[in-house]
């Protein structure tokens, strides 16, 4: 029987996590993922239920905006951001990420580049109207999480939307009882993204639908 993909990539992450190498499991995983030994959990092939959503009720007309998807992995995300179009930046810490997601849409309207959350271009430094970012910051370390909160925050333009999905997990979970990766983020690491302008207009908790005990953040900010 197949290994549990969530079983193979902690384990990767654990690998990784021993060299003290903490972002280097992404690529790991994704060329392992490439070659046909490993799954990606989170590549879902198609975009993110909660992205979807938000789309839904927003509508946003990205006619003349800019986006950046944050983690991007195989695209899929970034394709529905760009069909609304936005002129749209996708980036992964993946070299196999970013050659699967070129691969995957060949004829793609988005910019797929490889590049680092915890060390971004300093030409992206409040570059963007809608910044999305799902899933990255609770595949990193608790330790490396309020820089990588820092930084997304740092992505988005004045007068523009952060779009934040994550696990959700009590704020009275010790950080220690969690084996990751993923590692969810509390109420309080959401309240984080926030600063005096950059606040927080939208957040739901919503349990996932193939397991109901898990519960996920959706949580939107505008830039003043």
């Known amino acids: ?107 793609s309207k988005a910019h797929y580049v490889i590049a680092d959350l915890l060390a971004p271009p300093d030409e992206w430094h409040r570059a963007f109207d809608l910044v999305v970012e799902i899933y990255t910051v609770q595949a990193l370390p608790i330790p490396l999480q309020a820089s990588a909160i820092e930084h997304v925050g740092e992505l988005v333009a004045p007068g523009g939307t952060l779009l934040v999905i994550q696990a959700a997990r009590p704020d009275d979970q010790a950080d220690a009882d969690i084996e990751g990766p993923p590692w969810p983020l509390t109420r309080a690491a959401i309240d984080s993204f926030a600063t005096p302008d950059l606040r927080m207009i939208q957040l739901t908790e919503s349990p996932s639908p193939v397991d109901p005990t898990v519960l996920r953040w959706r949580a939107e900010y505008l830039r003043d």
């Open 1 to 107: 029987m197949a290994e549990d993909p969530d079983v193979v990539s902690r384990r990767i992450a654990r690998e990784a996590l021993d060299r003290d190498d903490p972002t280097g499991w992404f690529e790991h995983l994704y060329s392992a993922a490439s070659e046909g030994t490993a799954v990606v959990p989170w590549d879902r092939g198609t975009a993110h239920p909660l992205l979807s959503e938000w789309i839904d009720e927003s509508q946003p007309d990205g006619t003349g905006q800019t986006a950046l998807v944050i983690g991007a992995g195989t695209g899929w995300d970034a394709e529905l951001i760009a069909d609304r179009g936005y002129d749209t930046t996708a980036f992964d810490i993946s070299p196999t990420a970013i050659e699967t997601a070129r691969r995957n849409h060949p004829d």
